[in-house]
């Protein structure tokens, strides 16, 4: 069968025979200036806009704002205290569980939503208000209910991560393509096969986009949740810093939480990326 | 087995409106064991809609279809469907989609392994196994869903434009493998197509849709020899059958002798 495939690896150079444009074979290509290599040009510019904000605040801004030195100075001492390092752990730990949490349920409503049409009409408008309430109202009402106990931010925590999740995984469900769905039908595949083995796997890159938007929320919500109910975390050391005029080691605390909503987000790539290769069923 | 003279599929005064709007009439016709009968007519003429009919995928709203003497209402066992956009499941390998049929009916895995290898090698795609459909071309992708339909050993095959999303070289290679494996397993075939040249390549018979609301205008004996191949096209019946459907199908201006009242209508010649 003389089918034409198309190839994995790159395309071959073709040789250029007697060409007098032809670059010799032995020469080596010139290296290239530091602003044409992608690293160098990203790092320069983080250490000029480190080098503008600590220009600013020197010139034009009050003793106590926080500048790049100031920080620097500190971070050696933020990231071998105790209190710190326990800190993160207790966070990411809450956020890791109501994400966990949050795709289950997420994913089991999303897909009744997305395939029963008469659910969508029903609970649409519900999810839509819900989702569309700030965080920060909700939460004072979570710690009566809840106490003021990780319980209540890791309630925080799932609320907020779900809805993304049921929105993406609904659409998902809803977009599954007609032609697979003909498949199904064809050849009479009972409902969990078309749920699970169908309508489950062509939303998955549904599901991955509604998780990613699920850490960002997932992180607001835990930190809001230490703010208001005083609970040892990320947040709340954040919260203190910053009172009791320790901004320096606050910015520290910043910029691991921001690294760990990036750790987060590629880590999860990674794993559903994986997952594709995956069969649900058979 | 005796051949029975039961037609493998009927088609009973079929219909079909979508609210006001009537897409086909009064289609009757038959598909006898071992036939291939192609249907062709003008862009959104129904035809894919008349095979969503046949299958079950879609309900009449008058006349009936019977495969084997039995109603259609829904999908029957023992048929099959060819999709023109392959319908593989990107999350599966090829051996897996090719399976799949298997599967749903409750077949393990290693009970299907030798009918699924069987069918990769008859549609030649041995060593692409353990691929995924986004790794094989537009014709390999069909080949792998011709293998999936082939897989339930179906008394009916029923194609939906299958080449239609494929270029030229490789519509015209699969319309000869197709025939080429079909020919191992001489199976009633429904083929929808809008290209005249390939509903009378592929036939037995060819089923006319023209006009609003689309009815059957003709159904014309293709009676060309088989096996076919390339040279086939070139042959005065071939051109004979394929002017009388052109004409029937366009309109003035662009037919190709005078109109289908006076071109001569092909009689069954002497194969």
Known sequence: ?282 | MTASRTPKIRVDHLGKTYGDKEAFTDLSFDVAEGEIVSIVGPSGCGKTTLLRCVVGLTTPTQGSVSINGQRVLEPIEGVAMVFQHFGLFPWKTVAANVAYGLTVQGVSRRESASKVAELIGLVGLQGFEKAYPHQLSGGMQQRAGLARALAIEPTVLAMDEPFASLDAQTRDVLQLEVLRIWEARPTAMMFVTHSIDEAVLMGDRVVILTGHPSRIFDIVDVDLPRPRNRATVNTDRFRMVRDYVWNAIMKEGHRVVGDPETAARPAPSSH
């Open chain 1, 1 to 282: 069968m003389k089918d034409t495939t198309r190839s994995a690896g790159a395309p071959q150079a073709t040789p250029a025979v007697g060409s007098a444009s032809a670059p010799p074979p032995s020469a080596e290509p010139a290296p290239r200036a530091w602003y044409r290599r992608p690293l160098v040009v990203r790092v320069v510019a983080g250490l000029l806009i480190l080098a503008i904000w600590q220009i600013v605040v020197e010139l034009w801004a009050q003793d106590y704002v926080a500048r790049p030195t100031g920080v620097i100075r500190v971070i050696p001492s933020v990231l071998t205290e105790k209190l710190f390092l326990s800190d993160i752990v207790t966070t990411l730990t809450a956020v890791v569980e109501g994400l966990a949490i949050a795709v289950v349920i997420g994913t089991a409503i999303g897909l009744v939503v997305g395939r029963l049409p008469d659910a969508q009409r029903v609970l649409g408008m519900y999810v839509n208000g819900v989702y569309a309430l700030p965080i920060i109202a909700v939460v004072p009402l979570l710690t009566v209910w809840f106490g003021y106990t990780p319980k209540a931010r890791l309630a925080v925590i799932v609320l907020e991560a779900t809805l993304p999740v049921v929105y993406n995984v609904a659409e998902g469900a809803r977009a599954v393509p007609r032609t697979y769905l003909d498949v199904t039908r064809i050849h009479r595949a009972p409902w969990w096969r078309v749920w699970f083995g169908v309508a489950l796997p062509a939303s998955t890159p549904y599901v991955l986009a509604g998780i990613d938007l699920a850490i960002g929320r997932a992180l607001i919500g835990a930190v809001v949740a230490e703010f208001i109910a005083a609970l040892d975390g990320l947040g709340y050391y954040i919260l203190f810093n910053v009172n009791s005029f320790h901004e320096d080691r606050a910015i520290v605390a910043l910029v691991v939480l921001a690294l760990s909503a990036i750790v987060l987000r590629a880590l999860v790539n990674v794993v559903v990326r994986r997952g594709f290769s995956w069969y649900w069923l058979a």
